[in-house]
């Protein structure tokens, strides 16, 4: 009924339509005080992956600790998003698909999806908007909805001053891996107003092109912050010690094993594309080793857990699943873990916070993969890589990803511990780099929150930000 109401109005021929984006403006009030008129927040919040559905659920319950009006959240995520009280729209896992080619197969449902979402949007009315990462469904879906908004609401409401809601988006896109990805900036100001970043440089690059930002740190840090708050301190720096031994003992694997880690994934295109290389790679090292187990780590998407259960029945050596959601069995499989063998991903620097050497991989659709070696101006692929620009993690990337590299690789980073101590020194350097810059937490707004000092997460000062972030007029 929305749509049907916004191109009747569209089409009529004796309204200016460049007259209505003008009466259309976003917001230049924050919006704890749109709440304060309204006596409750709103929040629509956007997430497509199993990463981003952490982030955005650590974000509501920021959110929720620092707000002082009642908030209600609407729109796509997964299951830790729905425990914070997400109203959803439709499931996450419909909209989780990566790559250009891999996307056509699902363009009919990825429409439908994206229409749902602006829809569900303008019948919520948000003082806010959130998007996070999953930029192809997150930026179209943005772009439509303050496109759409401006006749919508103009036409709705007869031109009395309605306003847009702020427009976030958490995980700046990599524009600084592609040529040309800086220039792409500029069109985001059209549809964004605020950016968060994980990265140290995206901030003053962002700003640089006219987009506003913030650099909050990167949000697996709070991995740490979540498994060590009952000890309050951050003693050991950033790192993670899980329990190898009860790990061990519970899932009976024994002291003399040698135990991979395998993370093959969170989207179903990813995961049954990585998933068979993992396992032929397992198979030709398994007469290497007396004993060789390996863990995969079960991404919390339900068409992966499937398609994993599927996959085990023919696994060439022992097998463990250990499933997502949990930040504390996966850190004790990882401490249990001689190496990890990674789909290319965040995962990267969650096996720097568990100080395990690892190897990352990736492939995609060839026609993928062209455009990839076209447009790519870096030469590595994993966060760790790119900060330190050394290739500290060894990557098997697009037609060298195969499972006798794979295998090779392994064996190095199994057997010679000068490999693997060069990963694990140069872990507290890429973390630090990636922790909250100081200049955000002595921030006056965060210093009025009187936080202990574990409570300046990512989290918090994208919460915080989103509170009182109004656009200048």
């Not at 009924?1 to 004796?14: C, I, P, Q, V, Y």
């Not at 919006?31 to 974000?59: N, Q, W, Y």
Request: include cysteine.
């Amino acid at each position: 009924m929305l749509f049907r109401t916004m191109w009747n109005f569209k089409g009529r021929s004796n309204v200016s339509f460049s007259w209505l984006v003008r009466s259309f403006s976003v917001s230049s009030k924050a919006p704890i005080d749109m709440a304060a008129k309204d006596g409750e927040l709103r929040v629509f919040i956007v997430s497509g992956e199993v990463s981003g559905d952490t982030i955005g659920s650590r974000l509501m319950a920021s959110l929720k600790g620092i707000s002082p009006f009642p908030i209600r959240f609407a729109g796509v995520g997964g299951s830790m998003m729905f425990k914070q009280g997400l109203k959803h729209v439709f499931p996450m896992e419909d909209i989780a698909v990566m790559g250009i080619w891999e996307l056509l197969p699902h363009l009919t449902k990825f429409r439908m999806r994206l229409n749902e979402a602006i829809e569900a949007a303008f019948l919520f009315h948000p003082h806010v908007v959130v998007t996070v990462d999953s930029k192809g469904f997150s930026f179209r879906f943005l772009k439509k909805l303050r496109e759409t908004g401006e006749i919508l609401f103009a036409a709705r409401y007869n031109h009395q001053g309605l306003v847009s809601p702020i427009h976030h988006h958490f995980v700046a896109p990599s524009f600084w891996a592609w040529k040309g990805g800086e220039a792409r900036l500029k069109g985001l100001t059209e549809f964004v107003d605020h950016i968060f970043c994980i990265l140290p440089y995206e901030e003053e690059v962002c700003r640089s092109n006219g987009l506003a930002a913030t650099f909050v740190g990167h949000p697996i840090l709070e991995d740490v912050l979540e498994l060590t708050l009952e000890k309050n301190t951050l003693q050991s720096g950033w790192k993670v010690q899980g329990n190898c031994e009860d790990f061990r003992s519970k899932h009976g694997i024994g002291s003399g094993a040698t135990v991979i880690s395998l993370l093959p994934g969170s989207r179903l295109q990813e995961v049954t594309r990585m998933l068979p290389i993992f396992s032929n790679s397992v198979e030709l090292l398994k007469n290497s080793f007396s004993e060789l187990t390996t863990i995969i780590h079960v991404a919390s998407n339900q068409h992966v857990k499937d398609y994993i259960n599927r996959t085990v029945y023919n696994w060439p050596v022992s097998v463990k699943l250990i499933p997502g959601g949990s930040p504390h069995l996966k850190y004790d499989a990882l401490s249990a873990s001689r190496v990890a063998l990674c789909t290319s991903g965040t995962v990267a620097v969650e096996m720097q916070l568990a100080r395990i050497p690892c190897l990352v991989a990736y492939r995609a659709h060839f026609l993928t993969e062209w455009f990839i070696r076209w447009k790519a101006k870096i030469p590595y692929i994993s966060i760790p890589n790119i900060l330190l620009d050394s290739a500290i993690i060894p990557e098997a990337l697009l037609q060298a990803c195969t499972p006798a590299k794979l295998a090779s690789l392994l064996m190095e980073l199994i057997l010679d511990e000068g490999l693997r101590e060069k990963q694990i020194l140069a872990a507290e350097k890429v973390l630090t780099l990636l922790s909250p810059p100081q200049k955000i937490i002595n921030n006056p707004v965060l210093q009025d929150l009187r936080l202990k000092s574990l409570d300046y997460t990512p989290s918090m000062i994208a919460a915080s930000t989103i509170l009182h972030y109004a656009k200048p007029r």
